[in-house]
């Protein structure tokens, strides 16, 4: 109640009763109305927690060493830090082995509550197989066949299972990997990594379609990591805008030879503010 407001009260309950003038009890009615509305506004809605999990790779027993995927993952993790989430681990997790991606993937979805707004950024090797695609560890000596990979890569669908199991959360997966592959008999395709959500949203946009390269960002960022960031500073808030935005950055930057691959479950309306959060310049509604 503003200054103004409180003079009215004071005066209603300190004034006498002149001719035109509303009775006491009158006067307490007023106040006494006053005082519920105040006590059963609702509260202004509160912001949904915002939390990160953010892993890039560089070194292998096995696969080629790449050259930028830990950069990606810390340019990433600022800039997602930049919009308010908070970063599963403190930061960007380079170079796990299986058990401790898999560690951070499980609790990572357990720290989820409900209503929240998760995005999970991988950069690395990545391969595909029987309709799966799977993530390489750092410790990958024992990869040498596609039928080695359940056991000894980690599947994308381990992490998507336990994400579309926490109750109203909106997920977004960016795969910095590439999922054509050397090993024999694979299939580029991923149709079941992607799990329906108990209310909220999943999307996986993996860096380059089925069978195409991710390309390594030497030297500096990536084409996906680089147009990730851009589209978070530009503010697209909204994730139709931001997935666009990223494709068509990815695209350009790429020479056309790279392009991004989008599948989503959308179990409610998408986030007016997700992936990018609200801008804090933007005046209140």
Same mark, same amino acid.
């Given at each position: 109640?503003?200054?103004?407001?409180?003079?009215?009260?004071?005066?209603?309950?300190?004034?006498?009763?002149?001719?035109?003038?509303?009775?006491?009890?009158?006067?307490?009615?007023?106040?006494?109305?006053?005082?519920?509305?105040?006590?059963?506004?609702?509260?202004?809605?509160?912001?949904?927690?915002?939390?990160?999990?953010?892993?890039?790779?560089?070194?292998?027993?096995? /696969?080629?060493?790449?050259?930028?995927?830990?950069?990606?993952?810390?340019?990433?993790?600022? /800039?997602?830090?930049?919009?308010?989430?908070?970063?599963?681990?403190?930061?960007?997790?380079?170079?796990?082995?299986?058990? %401790?991606?898999?560690?951070?993937?499980?609790?990572?979805?357990?720290?989820?509550?409900?209503?929240?707004?998760?995005?999970?950024?991988?950069?690395?090797?990545?391969?595909?197989?029987?309709?799966?695609?799977?993530?390489?560890?750092?410790?990958?000596?024992?990869?040498?066949?596609?039928?080695?990979?359940?056991?000894?890569?980690?599947?994308?669908?381990?992490?998507?299972?336990?994400?579309?199991?926490?109750?109203?959360?909106?997920?977004?997966?960016?795969?910095?990997?590439?999922?054509?592959?050397?090993?024999?008999?694979?299939?580029? /395709?991923?149709?079941?990594?992607?799990?329906?959500?108990?209310?909220?949203?999943?999307?996986?946009?993996?860096?380059?379609?089925?069978? %195409?390269?991710?390309?390594?960002?030497?030297?500096?960022?990536?084409?996906?990591?680089?147009?990730?960031?851009? /589209?978070?500073?530009?503010?697209?808030?909204?994730?139709?805008?931001?997935?666009?935005?990223?494709? %068509?950055?990815?695209?350009?930057?790429?020479?056309?030879?790279?392009?991004?691959?989008?599948?989503?479950?959308?179990?409610?309306?998408?986030?007016?503010?997700?992936?990018?959060?609200?801008?804090?310049?933007?005046?209140?509604?």
């Amino acid at each position: 109640m503003g200054k103004s407001g409180l003079r009215m009260v004071r005066g209603i309950l300190s004034g006498t009763r002149r001719e035109g003038q509303a009775p006491a009890r009158t006067a307490r009615v007023f106040v006494l109305a006053v005082c519920a509305g105040l006590l059963f506004c609702p509260p202004a809605q509160a912001e949904p927690v915002r939390m990160a999990l953010v892993i890039g790779t560089d070194s292998y027993e096995r /696969a080629r060493d790449l050259s930028g995927a830990r950069a990606d993952a810390e340019a990433i993790a600022d /800039a997602l830090a930049a919009e308010g989430y908070a970063l599963y681990g403190g930061g960007a997790i380079t170079d796990p082995d299986r058990a %401790q991606m898999l560690a951070a993937m499980r609790g990572f979805a357990r720290a989820l509550p409900d209503g929240a707004l998760a995005v999970v950024y991988i950069a690395g090797h990545g391969l595909a197989s029987g309709g799966a695609s799977y993530l390489l560890p750092a410790d990958d000596a024992a990869i040498a066949r596609r039928e080695d990979l359940p056991a000894h890569a980690v599947a994308l669908r381990f992490l998507t299972e336990r994400l579309a199991a926490r109750q109203d959360v909106h997920s977004l997966i960016l795969v910095d990997a590439c999922r054509a592959n050397a090993l024999a008999g694979h299939s580029p /395709a991923a149709a079941s990594d992607i799990v329906a959500p108990e209310g909220g949203a999943m999307s996986i946009l993996y860096a380059a379609a089925p069978g %195409q390269i991710a390309a390594d960002g030497a030297g500096g960022t990536g084409p996906f990591a680089s147009a990730v960031i851009a /589209a978070l500073d530009d503010g697209q808030a909204s994730l139709t805008r931001f997935i666009h935005a990223v494709s %068509q950055d990815v695209l350009a930057r790429s020479g056309g030879t790279q392009q991004p691959y989008l599948t989503q479950i959308l179990a409610a309306p998408e986030h007016p503010a997700f992936p990018a959060g609200p801008d804090v310049n933007d005046p209140p509604s």
